[in-house]
């Protein structure tokens, strides 16, 4: 998942560290500097870095970024680009043998669920960055800072769309479930595809939910998230659970989206929005971002998974952190490269490039753009947001992402899917030794 800020940078002192303390083990004096150890001495080092395709926007892999810090460092990056639909088996693959990264973009939330942080990845409590933080709490898990990104952000989940299509075909942000289908109907007339739906990476299915989950237990169930994570609750007692995932999938069995919704994936979004075949997409404001990037001039928006009357806007956990496995084979060149990216004139780059909220207290926040400041001053300001499901999930949630994919491919109802994952994220939380399971 994606979100960013900038600033301005002292002078980096990185190139001469790597060429320090390096003795010509056994060198004759006649060689004339072209010993075995000097040659060793001056080896450049590759940083494997691994990420989703999905993220393949990130602000910390662009290329003048890596190449300005091989540059400055002798120091190389390589990208390990993960299908998005594998990267949490991928990964945890990784890092159960002996190919871990050196580095990982993931999401904190998640790396506490599915990477086990606390065993996997290095505390940077003491990092030289790390005083400069202005939100610790986005960073941190445990009381202690284990990733890093320029920006505070979290990313805001609902409904993107093509304000310019909605603007020709006169319609409205819709309050309610009836009004988006009618909208959808609209849209569908003109010719556009209301809807796509990449669901072939599975996670992409759990937008809708997730953020219509959490909008109703705030509103109507307060506890219900202390309730299932101590097994008071399961998830299937619900009612409305089932009806927000019927909800999804009628507008999918309506025909208002892409046909091939397990066969499209997230990485076609970006060009199904710039070649206007599509107006809307259940999805996160980092899709507004990758869009921006290739077409500044085209003017998306997204309001509010329209699951309920008058639903609040997703806030997910803030994503795209960088992390350093303690298994890293690099590790100080690893941290070289966190160094890098939070000096003060490339964050400050970064921040302004992509509109970030700053989270170095010497690297200013710039002018939003128009999507990210009418998140604010509609929904952020007037206290209109909800954390997303994902915030309280102690698990993994692969799983439920898969039982999703499976309604779509028609094998389980909505009652199916929740009875299921009823049952296996029971079994999750006893493996991880909760209380109650």
Known sequence: ??????????????????????????????????????????????????????????????????????????????????????????????????????????????????????????????????????????????????????????????????????????????????????????????GITPVFMPYKDAWAANIWPAAAFADFAAKHDPTFFDDVNSNKKKWSDVPEFKTFLEQQYEVYSKGYTNADVLSDSYDMAVGKFLNKEVAMMFMGDWLIEGVAEQDPGMELGVFPIPSSEDASLGASPLGGQLFIPKKSKHLEEAKQFLDYIASKDVAQKIVDAKGYVSNLNDVTTPELPAYKQDIVDNYITPKKTVLTTDAYMLVDRSELYRLLQDQFAGGLTPEEVLKSWDEKFSQLMQDKGISGF
């Open 1 to 190: 998942m994606k979100l960013h800020k900038a600033k301005k940078v002292p002078a980096l002192i990185l190139a001469s560290m790597l060429t320090i303390g390096l003795a010509a083990c056994g060198s004759d004096s006649s060689n004339n500097g072209s010993s075995a150890g000097e040659e060793g001495k001056n080896a450049k080092v590759t940083l494997e870095l691994a990420i989703s395709k999905s993220s393949q926007d990130s602000a910390f892999i662009q290329k003048d970024v890596l190449d300005d810090f091989e540059k400055k460092t002798n120091i190389r990056v390589n990208l390990q680009l993960i299908p998005a639909e594998q990267t949490t088996t991928v990964l945890q693959t990784k890092l159960a043998v002996d190919e871990t990264p050196d580095i990982i973009q993931y999401n904190l939330a998640s790396a506490v669920t599915d990477l086990n942080l606390e065993r996997n990845f290095e505390i940077l409590d003491n990092e030289p960055w790390a005083g400069r933080i202005v939100n610790k709490d986005v960073l941190s898990s445990g009381g202690h800072i284990y990733s890093f990104h320029v920006s505070q952000d979290t990313g805001m989940q609902g409904v993107v769309y093509n304000k310019k299509i909605f603007e020709e075909l006169g319609l409205s942000i819709p309050k309610n479930y009836e009004e988006f289908l009618a909208i959808c109907e609209k849209i569908k007339a003109s």
